[in-house]
């Protein structure tokens, strides 16, 4: 994505500042309807080159910031802060077939609820939904024992109520 974006960012400018006669580049200046029109054809895709390469690390962060996790002793919450409200999701221990942890090198990892985040893509298919994930834990193996501990309770309970 890094290369794509710097290669899309880079020709949108080009294309503003040459096509708008900012930066005289051509022998033979553009005329003014051409300046306009290279102005106005040239800004979306000059602010869509702009959040590819930057953008998305600050709506990351951002949202990064609005969310929150919670483990209760039957279901793992997630509550995620967006633009219009917020947005939230859950998993119950008890109907999970799995929990994946990814962690880095520094410690900080993900765990995910009810199957792993990667989806294949295939021809003509679209991607699984991603399943509730705790996104950049710190020290996500003290919550990753916290998680299993509380999973097999909740199935332990779940098989004694079946019976």
Known sequence: M??????????????????????????????RTFQ?????WGTPFVLAGQYMIWG????????KQRTYYALTNRR???????????ASSSAYFENLPMVEKRVRTDGIGSISFGGPVRGEWQLGRAN?????????????ESVYQIVIRLHGQARKSAGATDR
Request: no cysteine; proline share 9%.
């Open 2 to 31: 890094i290369p794509f974006s710097l290669l899309w960012g880079g020709f949108a400018i080009f294309w503003l500042l040459g096509a708008s006669g900012i930066w005289r580049i051509w022998t033979n200046a553009p005329g």
């Open 36 to 40: 306009y029109f290279g102005l106005i």
């Open 56 to 63: 998305r690390f600050v709506y990351r962060r951002w949202k």
């Open 76 to 86: 793992a919450v997630i509550v995620e802060g967006e633009l219009r409200g917020r």
């Open 128 to 140: 699984p939904p991603r399943p509730p994930t705790f996104d950049d834990v710190d020290a996500v």
